[in-house]
């Protein structure tokens, strides 16, 4: 047994050292180098990638004579043919003309042209990740066409297409090596906050538009892939350092930096690794709008005032001081009246942090296409986010692990996904619940009322005040003693109130939930190729749900649930393969809801002697599953109780409300228990309470929600100018919406009796409640783009998105559409990566109209804004390195992309990048 163990070993290791070398440069007609050039073996998955100086060393088994091909971004593809060992040879590049001819994988599943594309996909490769003027690859993507940013904190982007835009943005799905990497429990996109290392981007698509034919639900406004380096193709180690400032008017100048590292290492033609890491912290954009919505022009001398970044002002009563005090009618009268808030600013340190880790094990057992690879990413962060409030995301986690069986022809990738909240908290409970630390609210309000009863009266003094001395009197009375931000006591306080997960005594949320997920991908194009090429897929998900009752309804466990998908499309070339037609169906089954089949055709056509003219049009269907929150959430919002609609939720939300004083003596008690049920089966709607005419209202349960979308375009070359025009159309049915309904504490909505007293007295529980909208919705949209090289090789692109939507806001007068998305936008980009020897730069221009933003935490309209980014870069071979001076929002004009965060200022950057 020793014996054969002992050959075999031998066997092994004389084919591993059985190998060829083979090295050179890759350069343009200039003699310049090309870095990142890949170097092939033509039909087998074995190569290398040019260095910062050209240079590529490529071992492999293969015995010469073979062919090698190279390819690089923005050159035509060539060969060369490898005749013995150690043989060293020169790859001159020709540089293409056209960015058309390079390869995207979103689209079809399959690699293909850009040109040839049957959709709109926009992508962001090397040569613009390196050369963007932002200060970071991600927040370069803004100056895509069609592209809209939301921006939150200075680490926290949201990234939409096609409208109907969110923090969440639950429609938009951002896929990273294949993995989903949206926080399965608090629904939004995390951005880059843990997501990718600068230095290990290959390329960035997006594809807007519906796509659920092959990516399955959510795939509704778009996708968003970001693809990284292979080790094998990519390898040595290579760093950044960044540091520069922010500067903002409310937050003053304050210093950020940022460091990365990659290395990766093949150490044969069968095994390769890479690992990465980057920790970037700075100070986050502060948000310090004083600003009452509700009630414009009130100031905190405004008994009723309810500032938007300020917190713990929501808790208000409707006091009758008559009643109160045992007086007619009309003595001293009625007010509405909030407790004193605290500034966002004292409650949110705005330390913002982001620490991401990448590690992969890439092996290919057969030296082929065949690969096994194992990726582990771990991301770190603070940040603030958005959402129905307003939250520190403090120490938040989000872990993932993959799976997966590769070669050209199929796939099959397992991951999971699991996140931790860490010390995360509500920055509106914070506020509310250290005021309540130090006085409760029947404490408090009975204070204001005796002394403006008193004040009023002029009990004591023989003095009557008028109104608003008198509630600056009780106020003052009421707040006597009030913790003080930044004393001891206060920090005492608040310590404890984030620290705790109930929200009627504190701030913080808790979440440990998991994502399971599994697909694959086969593409018989190999077998099919004389007749067409067709794919098949599926995928399964399940959910576990971890909140321990703190966002969920799982105060009694976990809760799972799953879904799984199945897909085919064919892919057909006619007329001397000028004409390509591809079409595709989709099953999608969630185990609360029907199934669904979602299909996808599309036709394009090229035209012109030189192929240089391409037609295109598409008809897709997509849908999406209500998210987690719209299913499962029992969450105290603060002006509102947000129930989800999964039919087992509505009895698993159960909450004790307090009643008026009225209300107590018709109840014979001062707590009723509610239930979701009471939300979605005995509720009036918002609106007409507002307009005076309460009429009750069942809200149907939610259930996934679907568009028809039609898209034409063209994309041509005119010498040395691309243009690249599409419009699309949107129809959708049953939008999932939130709307806002009032449950009586007795009584049952429509008995025409009690419980319209309970509505007079105050005694009714707002709850925001998910479901699907009657109206009819559609939406609309333009984008037109043009680069061309100028002036001989300056490169110059502007680009111009038209963006509208229509509903019959008649037929649901409580549905608020949350289109959240400028009608008008142009952007624009000038520079030059060899002005001379050596020196670069790169301007970008991007002007956005005004918009109505409308949200659960505020609603409000955006001002126009203009922005410029620029940056120069240096590169200095012998050190293989480059150097940039950058700055975001150059003009220093502050603005918002959404009501009540922090006003974006500018960004300052110096950067030294080393072999990349």
Known sequence: MRAILFLSLMMLGAFGFAQTTVSGNVVDHNNEPIPGANVIIVGKAVGAVSDFDGNFTLKTSETPPFKLKISSIGYTDTTADVTSNNEKITIVLDEAHTMLDEIVISASRTPERLFESPVSVERFGLKEIQNTASASFYGGLENLKGVDVNTNSLTFQSINTRGFASFANTRFMQLVDGMDNSSPALNFVLGNLVGMNDLDVQSVEILPGASSALYGANAFNGILFMRSKNPFDFQGISTYLKTGITSQEAAGDNEYYDI??????????????KASFSLMEGTDWYAVSEEDLTNPGFTRADPAYDGLNIYGDEVSTVLNFDTLAGLPSGTVGTALVSR?????????????????????IHYRPFATDFEIIYNGRVGRGSTIYQGANRYYIDGFSLQQHKLEFKNNNFFVRGYITAENAGNSYDTRFAGI??????KGDTEWFTDYATTFIGAKLGVGTGVQLDDATAHAAARAAADTGRLIPGTPEFERVFNSVIADGDLTTGARFIDNTKLRHVDANYNFSHITENFADIQIGGSFREYELNSQGTIFTDTDGAIPYHEFGIYTQLQKKFMDDRIKFTGSVRYDKNELFDGFVSPRASLTYTVGENRNHNFRGSFQTGFRNPTTQDLYIGLNAGRALLVGSAEDNLDRYVVDVPLSTNGE?????????????????????????ELGAPEAVNTPLVKPEKVTALELGYRGQLGQVVIDISGYYNDYQDFISQKIVLAPKYGEAGDGGLSLLALQNGDYQPFNVYTNSLADISSYGVTAGIEAQVFGNFDFGVNYTFSDFDFDETSDPDFQPQFNTPKHKVKASFGNTELFENFGFNVNYRWTDTYLWENSFATGDIPSFSVLDAQVNYTVPSIKSTFKLGASNLLGEEYVTAVGTGYIGSQFYLSWTINN
């Open 340 to 360: 004193t808030g605290y500034a966002e600013r004292d409650l949110n340190s705005y330390d913002a942090q982001s620490v991401k880790f990448d590690g992969a």
């Open 665 to 689: 003596a018709i109840v014979g008690s001062g707590m009723v228990t509610m239930t979701g049920r009471d939300a979605y089966e005995n509720a009036y709607s918002a609106t007409s309470v």
């Open 433 to 438: 619940n250290v005021n309540r630390q130090w």
């Open 260 to 273: 990365g590292i990659r290395a990766a290492h093949a150490f044969s033609d069968k095994l390769a690794v």
